[in-house]
């Protein structure tokens, strides 16, 4: 395979119920192009894989020792340390509260730059999108409008510019969070306020085929069930139904 699929599941082990849900959704593809990565801790290995026989979905399980809430958050800026990364070409990361509504091998059949290729999501002002990082005081050129993007799907190659670009951005995480009271959208802000400075982002090339507000939409490849809807349960259960109406439905989008 020269494509990768891969989440991350750490801290929570309430978050492989929305895996498992995931699982299911990629279920009905076939002659997949990619494999599919979780990436996660020692103690869930075990459930995961139990997860995927019995759903038969072919995943691996990479395992790390991450345990604090910021190594949790900051695993997926990992994927380049990993040493299988060789394989693969493009590279396609996804949260676990999303559904697949589409072949994945179309996406990754798309011919891209070097870039980070994500969903265009709220303006660069507010936090969650690297509001408290970026000095709109002391930089004019900088507009609080400039919309930011979720951390929650990035499609990207496996290039030299997104691996430095990874590091950055945990470097600056980690060191910031020494100093600071890191709270809510822990990486995203850091994911946003790098990509945004070195114009390395791309937000047309999947808004039209991913959503971060599946609402009582279909048509869209990928459902992100973006946002807090209460407790793990509660977005599993809301994921469980719309999980139920997709397969009532023709999969792949028009």
């Avoid at 990874?166 to 850091?190: A, E, M, P, R, S």
Wanted: proline share 3%.
């Amino acid at each position: 395979m020269e494509n990768l699929v891969y989440t991350c599941v750490f801290a929570n082990q309430e978050y492989i119920l929305l895996l498992k849900l995931l699982l299911q959704s990629l279920k009905p593809f076939k002659n997949k192009t990619y494999d599919v990565l979780v990436l996660t801790h020692p103690s869930f290995e075990s459930e995961i894989l139990s997860i995927a026989k019995k759903e038969n979905v072919n995943i691996f399980v990479h395992t790390l020792n991450f345990t604090s809430s910021v190594e949790a958050k900051a695993a997926r800026l990992d994927i380049f340390d990993l040493p299988f990364m060789y394989r693969y070409k493009k590279i396609l990361y996804l949260d676990t509260d999303i559904l697949i509504n589409g072949d994945l091998n179309d996406i990754f059949s798309i011919k891209l730059d070097d870039k980070l290729y994500v969903v265009k999501e709220g303006y660069i002002e507010c936090q969650y999108w690297g509001g408290k990082l970026f000095d709109f005081e002391n930089n004019p050129n900088i507009d609080r409008k400039t919309p930011g993007f979720s951390s929650g799907i990035m499609l990207f190659n496996k290039c030299d510019t997104i691996k430095c670009l990874f590091k950055t951005i945990h470097d600056h995480l980690f060191k910031y969070h020494k100093q600071n009271n890191l709270i809510g959208y822990v990486d995203q802000q850091f994911i946003n306020y790098h990509t945004i400075l070195q114009n390395l982002h791309n937000t047309e090339l999947l808004s039209p085929i991913c959503t971060n507000s599946p609402g009582h939409v279909l048509n869209f490849y990928i459902l992100h069930f973006a946002g807090s809807h209460g407790t793990v349960l509660n977005k599993y259960n809301v994921m469980q139904d719309y999980l139920k109406r997709i397969k009532q439905l023709d999969r792949i989008p028009t």
